[in-house]
């Protein structure tokens, strides 16, 4: 291994790092500070943002542990308790949507099923699309983009031409006939595995154009960068240049546009199955139990907001987070 | 200008042909590949081979995909006449499909449902822009006041709350607790009033969704056009604050507010399909819900062409729109 031609490790974002060295020399005495270490202390400072990152923290421990915490609570997210249902209304008897020491958000109307333990049921599947989508379109979104951006040309123009196309489409409408086209059998998998493995491709797939757009105007720009050039002329390969000197300065707009991303991929969710084509019971999912939830709005209402307030906390969590991160990798955002 | 006007008409003629293509795809090419029959599928679950095939013959299922995407085209324009056997059903132009399962041209649904649509859009777009772009300026203006840390709360709680749980919220409060409003919709054409009093609940709900919205990228759009140059240039003049402000940083900050605006009233114009199916609006997004649940090829088609349409129509617009607003952008 020869040695590195230039570190840039230090590096987040070039603009990021010219003026944190600036900060870094008035801060202390001359240490060199990494933009991560700078953006982790920054971070630590936004209490919101921490937060929502334990919250965050907290609801994937929750959901990991779905079954376990079920098992302790002595309910099971499927189990019918036709006894706690009024006959004549169809909704839960006692106050506040049937809440008691055994059921603690209530039960669900018609069939009594415990709603703490759908609602902790529904976390995996919400966070799984939300993660897993957003991976899909980072993934395809930062090759894309760094393609687009570092050989410019004709790639250049298909990937650009592809991403604003995508752009432009009715995307809700297309996710939604998508999912809704998809077998009920695929690839061995059967009944809501299918469909959640379709929500996460299709929501995934409509999301790239979105980093996309941003890692190729990066690229594009770092591209002309001294730093890179000078690694050329020193005789480095395409393939170093693309993978030591521009992909460590793409990390930071993509770690930012994840953040932002992974709250709206959990909306979509929940939104397809309150429309009725994502996850359908006796999955539980919140979107899902939303929708049935209108029937009730009336007679019982507790039993849309437990999944609303879920999806409402998990959603901001994820927003505050994400806000503070953006805020902490770029110097010039100012609160 | 009208060479750029030319190449921007051409190039959403072309989307527009390449979305119909992928919708094609979408419902004749994947459940082809996993090996689901679409014509028994318009039959019902248990049909009889012979229907089956009648369906097939007369919606020309069994033609090449090129072949009838081209009959769609023609049908546009020139009308279109489905037969099979003594069977015959004719489709007068602008013919935009026609649904086997209702059993009804498309067009009349689209002209129908578009009006509901349009409304609620329209409505909650007025709301959405007056509060949204008053809350974003007024929190920039006052960066770091309890006015903007209060404001920037309600908006980030207001991206968070996902439409349906507001929408079924305001119905419960409203609608059962208070009694303000009955919550059913009332055509225009009936009742101005009972139209009005039907769409203010979904025009508030959709509204501070994207009220929300748009006040966070006003207030940070704006705290970075106030550190421009031409800002300070304009305050060294000596013009008045107000003027600085209202003409100079609103200009700017209004280029990527318009064209969010663009984006989403194109959307919504091209159906609500959440605010609809809260409130039960019979508006496009509701059709087009029931016909992919039903896998009513003809009536989805139909609406994405229409949905397709208004987005490229409104990105037109506001590009034209840009160089009108921000002295900066020349249309080449």
């Given at each position: 291994m020869t040695a590195p031609l230039h570190e840039p490790t230090a590096e987040v974002a070039p603009s990021a790092a010219e003026e944190a060295a600036v900060a870094g020399t008035d801060a202390k005495a001359v240490q060199g500070r990494s933009l991560g270490r700078i953006a982790w202390e920054r971070l630590k400072r936004d209490k919101l943002a921490l937060t929502g990152g334990a919250v965050v923290l907290f609801l994937v421990v929750v959901a990991l542990l779905a079954p376990v915490i079920t098992s302790l609570y002595g309910?099971?997210?499927?189990?019918?308790?036709?006894?706690?249902?009024?006959?004549?209304?169809g909704t839960p008897t006692g106050s506040l949507g049937g809440v008691s020491g055994d059921h603690w958000l209530g039960v669900e109307p018609?069939?009594?099923?415990?709603i703490f333990a759908r609602i902790l049921y529904g976390a995996r599947i919400s966070l799984l699309v939300g993660f897993l989508s957003a991976l899909v379109a980072v993934v395809l979104g930062t090759i894309l983009g760094v393609l687009a951006g570092f050989f410019g040309g004709w790639v250049d123009s298909v990937i650009s031409r592809v991403m604003d196309g995508l752009l432009a489409f009715p995307q809700l409408l297309f996710i939604i006939a998508l999912v809704s086209v998809m077998?009920?059998?695929?690839l061995g998998l059967t009944g809501s595995s299918v469909r959640v493995f379709v929500m996460i491709l299709v929501i995934g797939f409509f999301g790239w154009p979105y980093i996309g757009r941003v890692v190729r105007g990066q690229t594009l720009s770092l591209r002309e960068r001294e730093y890179v050039e000078a690694a050329r002329s020193l005789g480095a390969g395409r393939l170093y240049i693309l993978f030591k000197e521009l992909l460590p300065n793409l990390v930071a707009p993509i770690i930012v546009y994840t953040t932002m991303m992974i709250p709206t991929n959990i909306l979509t969710e929940a939104a397809l199955s309150f429309l009725g084509v994502g996850v359908k019971p006796p999955t539980s999912s919140w979107g899902q139990m939303l929708s049935s939830a209108i029937d009730y709005?009336?007679?019982?209402p507790m039993y849309m907001v437990v999944p609303g307030v879920a999806i409402f906390i998990t959603v901001l969590a994820f927003n505050l987070f994400g806000d503070g991160v953006r805020d902490a990798l770029d110097p010039k955002a100012s609160r | 200008m009208l060479a750029y006007l030319i190449r921007r008409l051409f190039a959403a003629a072309v989307m527009l042909v390449v979305i119909i293509l992928v919708v094609f795809g979408i419902f004749f090419l994947v459940p082809k590949w996993a090996g689901v029959d679409i014509a028994s599928s318009f039959v019902g679950k248990q049909a009889d081979p012979a229907a089956v095939e009648a369906v097939r013959q007369k919606l020309g299922l069994s033609d090449p995909i090129y072949a009838q995407v081209w009959e769609f085209f023609k049908g546009i324009f020139a009308g279109r006449t489905y037969a099979a056997g003594g069977d015959v059903t004719h489709c007068s132009a602008p013919c935009f499909g026609y649904s086997f399962r209702s059993e009804q041209a498309i067009w009349p649904v689209l002209t129908d449902r578009f009006p509901v649509t349009l409304g609620l859009a329209l409505g909650a777009a007025v709301l959405w822009l007056i509060f949204g772009i008053a809350a974003g300026v007024l929190s920039a203006l006052k960066r770091g006041s309890i006015w903007d840390r209060g404001a920037m709360v309600v908006a980030l709680s207001g991206v968070s709350l996902p439409i349906y749980f507001t929408g079924l919220l305001s119905l419960s409060v409203?609608?059962?607790?208070?009694?303000?409003?009955?919550g059913q919709y009332t055509p225009l054409e009936e009742s101005f009033t009972g139209w009005f009093g039907g769409m203010i609940l979904p025009w508030i709900t959709l509204a501070f969704l994207y009220a929300a919205m748009y006040a966070r990228i006003t207030r940070a759009t704006m705290l970075e056009i106030l550190g421009e140059d031409y800002i300070r240039t304009a305050r060294a003049k000596g013009l008045k604050e107000q003027t600085v402000i209202g003409k100079h940083a609103m200009r700017s900050t209004m280029t990527p507010i318009l064209t969010m605006l663009g984006m989403d009233l194109g959307a919504l114009i091209g159906g609500a399909i959440l605010t609809e199916t809260t409130f039960n609006l019979p508006g496009l997004g509701q059709a087009v819900l029931n016909a992919i649940k039903n896998q009513d090829l003809p009536v989805i088609l139909g609406v994405t062409l229409i949905t397709s349409l208004a987005v490229l129509i409104a990105n037109l617009v506001v590009d034209v729109l840009y160089a009108v607003i921000d002295p900066r952008v020349r249309l080449a």
């Open positions: 309910q099971d997210p499927d189990a019918f308790h036709e006894e706690l249902i009024d006959p004549l209304f018609v069939n009594g099923r415990d077998p009920n059998q695929m709005y009336d007679s019982d | 409203f609608v059962f607790g208070l009694g303000w409003f009955d």
